[in-house]
């Protein structure tokens, strides 16, 4: 899948903005929990140039069992780009996102835009590609409870979004949001909120008018039904 020209100058800003972290000469890491020959597979190529499979024992195991912060730094913009080009398994996005969340606010300035853009470019990514390996969902969860950003830009974002995959991605929501946990937060407030609206009725409308196919159409058209049922309680 080619990258748009805003989610490629976003990654390239968040390269730039940690490339004061070479990779350490050692690193500290649990022998019992990584192998030798994996830690060693983490660092024989550029950055740029590491693999899915050479980085996820690090993506399960890093600031944990293997490295400091300095070391996550420089590994974290090409985790985030693998993550967003799909070719790291979507599993690892909550919890590389969570130890980035508990740390990033005391960062310098330039190193929070960096990440900021880049789940910006992220985000504006998920919503035009319908499905996505991490969902609309956990994009949100990442976005204002992981990182404690304000969802409301992101939510106007989508409702400017005339894309059928952003109706798909409502759609897909409309189940996802109805059956889960609350969470008591003000975010979740927000975005409950924002689901008992007119927002989610007009994006999936926009949808099913121009939806492509006709399955399409008809998820379009159960999850307009869903949300009217919703609004009603």
């Given at each position: 899948m080619d990258t748009p020209p805003d989610l490629d100058r976003a990654l390239d800003a968040l390269y730039a903005a940690f490339s004061r972290y070479p990779l350490p000469a050692k690193t500290d890491v649990c022998d019992h929990c990584v192998s030798?020959?994996?830690?060693?597979?983490?660092?024989?190529?550029?950055?740029?140039m590491l693999t899915a499979s050479a980085l996820e024992p690090y993506a399960w195991?890093?600031?944990?069992?293997?490295?400091?912060?300095?070391?996550f730094k420089h590994y974290l913009p090409r985790l985030m780009e693998l993550l967003i080009l799909e070719e790291l398994d979507g599993l690892h996005a909550p919890s590389l996102m969570l130890r980035l969340g508990v740390r990033?606010?005391?960062?310098?300035?330039i190193e929070q835009e960096a990440i900021t853009a880049t789940i910006d470019a992220w985000w504006r990514h998920t919503l035009n590609h319908y499905p996505r390996d991490v969902d609309v969902m956990t994009m949100i969860e990442i976005i204002a409870d992981s990182l404690e950003l304000d969802l409301a830009p992101y939510l106007a974002e989508w409702e400017s979004n005339t894309t059928e995959a952003a109706a798909r991605h409502m759609a897909w929501l409309m189940h996802d949001f109805t059956v889960?946990?609350?969470?008591?937060?003000?975010?979740?407030?927000?975005?409950?909120?924002?689901?008992?609206?007119?927002?989610p009725a007009a994006i999936l409308e926009r949808g099913f008018f121009s939806a492509s196919s006709?399955?399409?159409?008809?998820?379009?058209?159960?999850?307009?039904?869903?949300?009217r049922i919703w609004r009603r309680h």
């Amino acid at each position: 899948m080619d990258t748009p020209p805003d989610l490629d100058r976003a990654l390239d800003a968040l390269y730039a903005a940690f490339s004061r972290y070479p990779l350490p000469a050692k690193t500290d890491v649990c022998d019992h929990c990584v192998s030798a020959e994996r830690v060693r597979a983490a660092r024989a190529a550029p950055l740029r140039m590491l693999t899915a499979s050479a980085l996820e024992p690090y993506a399960w195991n890093g600031l944990s069992t293997w490295g400091d912060v300095e070391e996550f730094k420089h590994y974290l913009p090409r985790l985030m780009e693998l993550l967003i080009l799909e070719e790291l398994d979507g599993l690892h996005a909550p919890s590389l996102m969570l130890r980035l969340g508990v740390r990033w606010h005391s960062w310098r300035k330039i190193e929070q835009e960096a990440i900021t853009a880049t789940i910006d470019a992220w985000w504006r990514h998920t919503l035009n590609h319908y499905p996505r390996d991490v969902d609309v969902m956990t994009m949100i969860e990442i976005i204002a409870d992981s990182l404690e950003l304000d969802l409301a830009p992101y939510l106007a974002e989508w409702e400017s979004n005339t894309t059928e995959a952003a109706a798909r991605h409502m759609a897909w929501l409309m189940h996802d949001f109805t059956v889960g946990i609350a969470r008591n937060t003000e975010w979740d407030a927000l975005l409950d909120n924002w689901i008992r609206g007119s927002a989610p009725a007009a994006i999936l409308e926009r949808g099913f008018f121009s939806a492509s196919s006709p399955e399409a159409a008809q998820k379009l058209s159960d999850a307009l039904e869903t949300h009217r049922i919703w609004r009603r309680h």
